[in-house]
């Protein structure tokens, strides 16, 4: 049998997560709770003009902004939601909803996992991310509001356009019109002096 994610992360020994995991299933762990407040400031991300936008690209590239956010962090979390969807992935699909929280629960529990610091991290990102599409929908919606301003004063255009291109057919046919009875006067007169 390979691997689990626990085992690839470095977080578990394998016989260290069969026990925990034996233990969880029996419900020999105290169930995790965490219900003291999180304090979370998010004024400084609201205040950022986010440098990690690729203004060249229309589509947000949101590990991109993971990556760059980074620097308005005031640490590095070791355990971030990430890592707890891996385990959460890493459970049997068959295994009920309400026994996959449990038995995450009771890991995170046993693993010493901070949830306070998991779950201020999952601000962050979502703070961020919010951050970073309200700055890209604004570029964006800027543009297709002058588009569509262009696309309106190019209507106008083509309108006076066609009605000037109007204007020439019809003069050329009155120019063509207007020459040939010139010219047909001419060579009316012209036959009677040259003509026997």
Same mark, same amino acid.
């Given at each position: 049998?390979?691997?689990?994610? =626990?085992e ?17 299933m ?23 003009? $986010?440098?990690? #936008?690729?203004?060249e ?22 355990v ?7 385990? %959460? +992935? ?5 295994? $009920?909803?309400?026994? &996959?929280? *449990? *038995? ?10 901070d $949830? ?9 990102? &979502? ?12 570029? %964006?919606?800027?543009? %297709?509001?002058?588009n569509?301003? &262009?696309i309106?004063?190019? &209507? ?10 109007? +204007?020439?057919?019809?003069? #050329? ?6 020459? +040939?009875?010139?010219?047909? =006067?001419? +060579?009316?007169?012209?036959? =009677? #002096?040259?003509?026997?």
């Amino acid at each position: 049998m390979g691997r689990s994610i =626990f085992e690839k992360l470095g977080l578990v020994e394998a016989n260290e997560l069969k026990e925990v995991s034996e233990a969880t299933m029996e419900g020999g762990l105290q169930s995790w709770q965490h219900n003291e407040p999180l304090v979370f400031d998010s004024a400084d991300i609201a205040n950022i003009d $986010p440098p990690y #936008i690729n203004i060249e690209s229309d589509v947000i590239d949101i590990d991109e902004v993971y990556e760059a956010s980074k620097i308005h962090m005031d640490s590095i979390p070791s355990v971030t939601v990430c890592t707890i969807r891996d385990m %959460l +992935d890493s459970l049997p699909n068959e295994m $009920p909803q309400k026994t &996959k929280k *449990t *038995t995450l629960k009771n890991l995170m529990n046993s693993l010493g996992y901070d $949830p306070a610091q998991i779950k201020k991290d999952a601000e962050f990102r &979502k703070t961020v991310l919010d951050h970073a599409n309200q700055k890209k929908t604004i570029k %964006l919606q800027t543009e %297709l509001d002058d588009n569509v301003k &262009k696309i309106e004063e190019l &209507k106008v255009e083509i309108e006076q356009l066609s009605i000037r291109n109007n +204007d020439i057919m019809s003069a #050329i046919e009155t120019n063509r019109a207007n020459i +040939d009875d010139a010219v047909s =006067f001419v +060579d009316y007169t012209m036959a =009677f #002096i040259e003509g026997d």
